[in-house]
């Protein structure tokens, strides 16, 4: 009786929720209704836990879990999903919850779910799924996760056996998780233009297997491309079950063997995103991959990290990322240091507002290869922020650049970061900052015009 007094308290919260504020859907019902219930999702009925996929790791599961559900839904299947990216338990109750009947009985082909790496294995207890994708493993909030090493563990001895794992081929604390499950499907990307290499100053990792040292031939993404322990034998496969190859930034185009595939969103981070999603795509949901081809052309990643903002005659491309691991940061970098056009790069690095005490972070700055920035075409850099813009600078002279073209303001406002983009020559500005200054910058266009 207690799981159908929740379910029924959460959809009337959903209900009044859709009427007052729809932005506040994505876990306050399933919150309060485990109050009542606190296995609540274990109770939900005619679940087929072989048709379940949870999408899991450090960065890429939202857009990974986001673009799987548009092929699924767009070749006939029917889907539920967590898209507004509530991953911790209380939002796949509210999703649950909203796709249920009255009784708690679900009535879909599949459910998948991105679901928070930490805590996955609690979410498992009451929702077995038999499919689980891991798309990277890497340090990220240490405030509240410590060391990347201690997520793999949590999630290597936390899930039970006989399950199936859709695995990232070029990341090596994902692909050991071939040691637990002969049950693998692996997917990667071939190496691209964008790829690069870096010299041994720079800190690599422990092989998850024995410790000893991870090294990578070259790197798709930070942390993400072919790699070998020197003393193990773990290693990235030379082909992945599913790998993308031809891949064309410049044509937005790539491979999947003699499937072309057009590319939503031409940043090298993404193709990982998109050789998972084919992956699942065949092995759970037996769609060939020239069906899935279709809806590439129609995917729009729900709560995109690239936006285009126009402000006089200047072009803000404002790049939206967890600023709480250096690889998000370093793929950002990555995609500025590869624009030749002459551009003014906005960093807007902030300390982190999550767990109390608040604090301030800029260690992953310090873990980033800036140089293919540095020797870009870069007219100006403003480093703005209440705690750490003098950080951001500081590892900007560690770098190399002048001084001199560097502008320091210690405040997020929009009057500010304005002022400086006007003063710049160049229309090209890039920008890196918390998702609410950039909200209150268009904000400020509204109200004051372009």
């Avoid at 939900?44 to 890429?60: A, R």
Wanted: some cysteine.
């Amino acid at each position: 009786m207690k799981f159908y007094l929740a379910l029924w308290f959460a959809k009337l919260i959903n209900i009044i929720i859709n009427i007052v504020d729809k932005s506040r859907g994505s876990n306050f019902s399933g919150e309060k209704a485990m109050k009542i219930d606190p296995k609540m999702v274990a109770h939900f009925k005619g679940i087929d836990y072989s048709k379940v996929l949870f999408i899991t790791g450090t960065n890429g599961k939202s857009t990974t879990n986001n673009l799987i559900t548009h092929i699924f839904r767009s070749n006939g299947k029917k889907v539920v999903a967590n898209l507004e990216g509530a991953n911790l338990i209380y939002g796949v109750a509210t999703a649950l919850s909203k796709a249920s009947s009255l009784t708690g009985r679900i009535k879909a082909d599949y459910i998948i779910f991105e679901t928070d790496e930490r805590y996955l294995p609690l979410i498992h207890k009451q929702l077995p799924a038999q499919n689980i994708m891991i798309t990277n493993l890497q340090k990220d909030q240490v405030q509240r996760n410590g060391d990347p090493d201690f997520i793999y563990r949590k999630i290597f001895d936390g899930l039970p056996d006989g399950i199936r794992f859709f695995l990232n081929n070029e990341e090596p604390r994902t692909r050991s998780f071939g040691d637990k499950s002969e049950n693998i499907v692996t997917y990667g990307v071939d190496r691209h233009n964008e790829s690069f290499t870096k010299d041994e100053s720079f800190p690599t990792m422990a092989c998850p297997r024995c410790r000893h040292k991870i090294i990578f031939d070259y790197y798709n993404n930070d942390g993400v491309g072919k790699f070998h322990c020197s003393h193990c034998g773990l290693s990235s496969d030379e082909r992945a079950d599913y790998t993308i190859t031809d891949v064309d930034f410049a044509a937005r185009k790539f491979k999947l063997g003699d499937v072309t595939f057009d590319m939503p969103y031409d940043t090298p981070y993404m193709c990982y995103n998109y050789a998972g999603a084919l992956a699942v795509a065949k092995e759970l949901g037996s769609i060939e991959p020239a069906d899935a081809a279709k809806a590439f052309g129609s995917f729009k990643n729900v709560g995109g990290r690239f936006e285009i903002l126009k402000y006089k005659d200047k072009t803000i491309k404002y790049m939206r990322i967890k600023q709480e691991n250096p690889e998000t940061l370093q793929t950002c970098i990555n995609v500025m240091a590869a624009d030749k056009e002459t551009k003014m790069v906005c960093l807007g690095l902030c300390p982190l507002i999550d767990l109390i005490p608040h604090y301030t972070n800029s260690f992953y700055a310090f873990d980033c290869d800036l140089s293919g920035l540095v020797k870009s075409d870069v007219e100006k850099y403003f480093c703005f922020s209440e705690a750490v813009c003098f950080d951001t600078a500081n590892r900007l002279i560690y770098e190399g650049v002048d001084r001199s073209k560097i502008s320091i303001a210690e405040t997020e406002a929009v009057e500010t970061i304005f002022k400086e983009i006007e003063e710049t020559e160049t229309k090209n500005i890039y920008l890196i900052t918390w998702l609410h200054t950039f909200e209150h910058m268009k904000k400020y266009i509204d109200k004051e015009g372009n």
